[in-house]
């Protein structure tokens, strides 16, 4: 109750030296604007009054030069600075400033007086031209000039001392104002530091608290996504030997085959010279497709993480571990890859194509029409932009945006099951090409027929690599 109550003071003494804060901001505005907008009426005044003399003088050169030299292009000057001082001195007179610059201009220096008689005297030469004119005017600009003078440095001490009291206000408010932080730093801070420093103990406490939990929680992530990284490489290496071991029965059984025949007829004894040249010929190269099998899997397995390839090839790769399938399938996949060259980890990156490749190919599992997979590969700008699409009909709308979440897995008519697969191909991408992956559902238009399908995109940055790796790459 006694904090409560404390509180409540404190938010009373605040709002009263908030207020008295919000006085002198209000107080230091007014007076900042009243000295601006003085200052600026009497820079304006002075500086006509200043041109009052200019005008004057040049009047009398220019009435000066018509008289001598005849040409009314000078009367006209004349004529043009005679309408400008007037107009410039109704200005002066509509806006005194005090009654002091009234006083000089109609009693004391009688300035008003001089000045229309000036005017008067212009328009008699005007007029009639004529030398005695003329030197009326010259004597009633001599006259005139040192009065105007005057009035300039009256307008100039009145503006200084407006000024001075402009600033002993300004002083005021400071002092007022420090006054006022002063107070408040009494009243306000010290109490709020101390109230301040309990709940920071109070925060550290739940801070670390909540700490703990959080890094427990970060550790579980941790060891759950080393879990599914592990689960997925497990299940993509399985997935690679089983369509493996596809293609590797396929020149065994040809092997075998070939042997068997050779046997019978050796057996029956009609065994030719040219039957055993065929058959060991037929065995060689099934030998040598089972090697170069065999060898491709190894260099996957052994692949250099930063070795220099062109995405073409990490397309083949992926399409020799799946090709058992997609053939089997009678899907066609239709590629267009730009000639690039890349050098971050190459059996990551297969990985990755290869769960995309392997979904759509098992999205079209069910397709009895047209089955196509679409590759395309671009630059542009620093990105590099992979984007693998089928035509199986796109993904069910509710679950497109789970695709990627960890243990995912759904099937139904118009979908294929999708699991860690994406979710670890995500997590590579992310963390170590910092790049990123989408999904969306594509309406698009092949050899004159319309297609709806699953477009995945991946995004990787530009990576800077040996010049000479191919004359004929574009080298990011």
Same mark, same amino acid.
């Given at each position: 109750m006694l904090k409560i109550k404390s509180l409540k003071n404190l938010y009373i003494t605040y709002s009263i030296v908030f207020l008295s804060l919000v006085f002198w901001a209000f107080f230091a505005f007014t007076t900042m604007n009243q000295m601006i907008s003085t200052q600026k009426k009497y820079a304006k005044i002075i500086n006509i009054t200043g041109k009052q003399r200019m005008l004057s003088q040049r009047i009398v050169l220019m009435a000066k030069f018509y008289y001598e030299e005849n040409d009314i292009y000078y *009367?006209?000057? @004349?004529? $043009?600075l005679l309408y400008e001082m007037k107009e410039d001195y109704k200005f002066i007179t509509s806006n005194f400033t005090s009654k002091n610059i009234k006083n000089i201009y109609y009693t004391e220096k009688q300035i008003n007086l001089f000045t229309k008689s000036f005017f008067r005297i212009i328009q008699s030469y005007i007029k009639n031209p004529q030398k005695n004119n003329l030197q009326n005017l010259e004597t009633y600009s001599n006259i005139l000039l040192p009065k105007l003078d005057y009035a300039v440095k009256s307008y100039e001490k009145e503006s200084d001392n407006s000024i001075e009291k402009l600033k002993k206000r300004e002083l005021f408010i400071l002092l007022g104002t420090l006054l006022t932080l002063l107070l408040e730093a009494i *009243?306000?801070? *010290?109490?709020?530091?101390?109230?301040?420093?309990e709940k920071e103990a109070q925060l550290k406490k739940l801070n670390r608290q909540l700490k703990e939990k959080i890094d427990i929680e970060i550790n579980k992530n941790k060891a759950r996504d080393l879990i599914i990284l592990e689960q997925s490489k497990k299940s993509t290496m399985q997935e690679i030997i089983n369509n493996i071991s596809h293609q590797l029965r396929q020149p065994l059984s040809v092997i075998s085959t070939v042997i068997s025949r050779l046997k019978l $007829? $050796?057996?029956n004894d009609v065994i030719t010279l040219k039957d055993l040249d065929s058959t060991i010929n037929i065995a060689l190269n099934n030998c040598n497709s089972l090697s170069n099998l065999i060898e491709e899997l190894r260099s996957f397995?052994?692949?250099n993480e930063n070795k220099y390839y062109t995405f073409k090839e990490a397309i083949d790769r992926v399409k020799l571990f799946l090709s058992h399938k997609y053939i089997d399938k009678r899907i066609e996949i239709i590629e267009e890859i730009q000639n690039v060259s890349y050098n971050k980890d190459f059996s990551k990156l297969v990985q990755i194509i290869f769960n995309i490749l392997n979904n759509s190919i098992d999205a079209l599992e069910h397709k009895l029409s047209k089955k196509y997979i679409f590759i395309n590969i671009k630059t542009k700008n620093d990105l590099v932009f992979i984007q693998?699409?089928?035509?199986?009909?796109?993904i069910a709308e509710n679950i497109i945006n789970k695709v990627f979440e960890p243990?995912? @897995? @759904?099937?139904?008519?118009?979908?294929i099951e999708r699991g860690i697969g994406l979710y670890s191909s995500r997590q590579t991408i992310e963390t170590i090409f910092k790049g990123k992956i989408m999904v969306s559902n594509e309406t698009y238009s092949y050899k004159n027929k319309n297609y709806i399908g699953a477009c995945f995109t991946v995004v990787l940055p530009k990576i800077v690599t040996e010049e000479d790796y191919s004359s004929s790459s574009v080298i990011l």
């Open positions: *009367l006209d000057e @004349t004529m $043009k *009243l306000i801070v *010290l109490p709020s530091i101390s109230f301040n420093k $007829k $050796k057996r397995f052994n692949e693998i699409k089928d035509n199986a009909g796109g243990y995912f @897995t @759904t099937k139904n008519k118009d979908y």
